[in-house]
């Protein structure tokens, strides 16, 4: 018996000819992965994974941004074991609750930035936003003022996939199946330079941007008067759109802008959250005080699904003082073992002080090393947050001139990935990384000789190919 069949049952053929049959995977051309056969990933420990032919990979991507506190940890299976045995499931509907979900709501409190003492569960992060939909709406009709419904969002943001996430997300092939975005929700332009310019910016430039992209908004929000606008939706950082990192100036700017006409500002922290970014939430990184925010993934580091909705006080106040059900909520709305699961994440991701590791070590590491790594001749730029990295590939490295789009540069540069045991997103041109929390300097390393290794052969593919300029 191979390796395969002992830990999995069966063998890989076998494994992809069942999913190929019966599983119709998430954003995925069904009929070509069926052609190709899914790789099928069996265990997981710290930052790596197995699959069923016994190879081992580099998670650069925890799990799918989530697996903060990386894989296999005992705190986190025993949480989820023993609250299994002693109560699986009850509801938090009809005037009830159970102790993991209200010591999650409380811990979560502690965590985030000063005014966020509520908590709505949810079971993900695109049901955490069609939450702030309702929210928000409820929230000004409480107020007497009904008209304000339009929530502003941006081109290429990610927001999750339910029909509310996949409206408030700014993905155009998304909007075209389905009949999105729904009513009341509309769009402006990302903070994304290399959008507008293939060269770097020059001195002054980028905060220069940054102010004009959160005028953007601005401009919308005279179009649509003030009073008829109920939101402004963002994610500190843009996480699947290809870590898009704001200038510093941009974040300020729009919360002034917010602030002047009495808007409402949500951060999406479902990536960006629970020390991605160096700090506890995003927002604290960007350098604004949001009103509302949503959460997901790292909230139990992806070992169970949760997600929800961190309430502000000035929102909660009215939801709370002005009475009346808020006709909302989920069967899994704080259910126990995904809270318990939330509270043994919290406690280590501060036991083993996470949240510093990231600001004070890995995170200026990772950084360090994308400047090394910038060097390389098939890299225009390269971009980190925290432990968010990105690198845009292009064809020529002194005029930042892109690749022409049906080149497909980072698919090339993704296949190399997979077949060097390295998960590694490409989004068009830009390769990202989003390693779980816990990663060392000595992993970081690792994984930027395999990234150089990528690069290079995509180098070699370019040349070969005659895409280079
Ligand atoms: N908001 C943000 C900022 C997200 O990144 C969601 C909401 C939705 O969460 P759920 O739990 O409903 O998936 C997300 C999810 C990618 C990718 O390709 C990113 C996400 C999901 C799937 C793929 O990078 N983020």
Not at 81 to 98: C, G, H, S
Not at 336 to 359: D, K, S, T, Y
Not at 363 to 385: D, Q
């Amino acid at each position: 018996m191979n390796t395969t069949t002992r830990t999995t049952g069966r063998t890989t053929q076998e494994w992809q000819a069942a999913d190929a049959a019966h599983f119709l995977h998430p954003f995925t051309d069904f009929q070509s992965l069926a052609k190709k056969g899914a790789r099928i990933i069996t265990r997981a420990e710290n930052i790596y994974l197995w699959d069923s032919d016994g190879r081992r990979i580099l998670d650069a991507m925890s799990g799918l941004w989530c697996v903060n506190v990386g894989y296999g940890q005992r705190a986190l299976i025993d949480a989820a074991t023993r609250q299994l045995e002693q109560l699986p499931f009850y509801n938090a509907f009809f005037q009830t609750a159970t102790p993991p979900a209200i010591e999650l709501a409380e811990l979560l409190a502690e965590v985030a930035p000063p005014g966020f003492q509520h908590v709505f569960f949810t079971g993900s992060g695109s049901e955490g936003n069609d939450t702030i939909v309702r929210m928000v709406r409820r929230y000004w009709d409480l107020l007497g003022q009904p008209q304000r419904q339009v929530i502003v969002s941006r081109r290429n943001a990610y927001h999750g996939s339910t029909m509310a996430g996949a409206s408030l997300g700014g993905m155009e092939g998304m909007h075209a199946q389905g009949g999105l975005p729904i009513p009341g929700i509309v769009h402006i332009g990302q903070p994304y330079w290399h959008e507008h310019h293939d060269a770097p910016p020059g001195p002054g430039q980028l905060e220069a941007f940054g102010i004009e992209a959160a005028r953007w908004l601005e401009d919308k929000i005279a179009e649509l008067g003030a009073e008829n606008v109920a939101a402004f939706i963002g994610e500190p950082v843009q996480g699947a759109g290809g870590v898009i990192i704001p200038p510093a100036s941009y974040w300020p700017e729009i919360e002034r802008i917010c602030r002047r006409h009495g808007i409402l500002i949500v951060s999406d922290e479902v990536i960006c959250g629970f020390g991605r970014t160096g700090r506890w939430f995003g927002c604290e990184t960007m350098g604004f005080a949001p009103d509302l925010m949503t959460f997901a993934k790292g909230v139990t580091s992806g070992y169970v699904p949760l997600g929800g909705v961190l309430v502000g006080e000035r929102v909660a106040k009215v939801l709370i003082e002005r009475g009346g059900e808020f006709a909302h909520g989920y069967t899994y709305s704080g259910h126990p073992v995904a809270c318990a699961v939330g509270v043994a994440n919290l406690r280590l991701i501060r036991e083993l002080g996470l949240v510093g590791h990231v600001h004070d070590d890995v995170g200026p590491y990772l950084a360090a090393t994308w400047r090394e790594l910038a060097r390389h001749p098939l890299v225009g730029s390269a971009e980190t947050c925290g432990l968010m990295g990105a690198l845009r590939l292009v064809r020529d490295q002194a005029s930042g001139e892109p690749f022409p789009a049906e080149v497909e540069i980072g698919m090339v540069c993704r296949g190399h990935c997979f077949r060097e045991g390295l998960i590694m997103r490409a989004v068009g041109d830009r390769m990202i990384v989003a390693p779980p929390l816990v990663i060392t300097r000595a992993q970081i390393d690792e994984m930027a000789a395999l990234v150089t290794r990528c690069l290079d052969l995509t180098l070699a593919d370019a040349r070969r190919e005659g895409w280079l300029r």
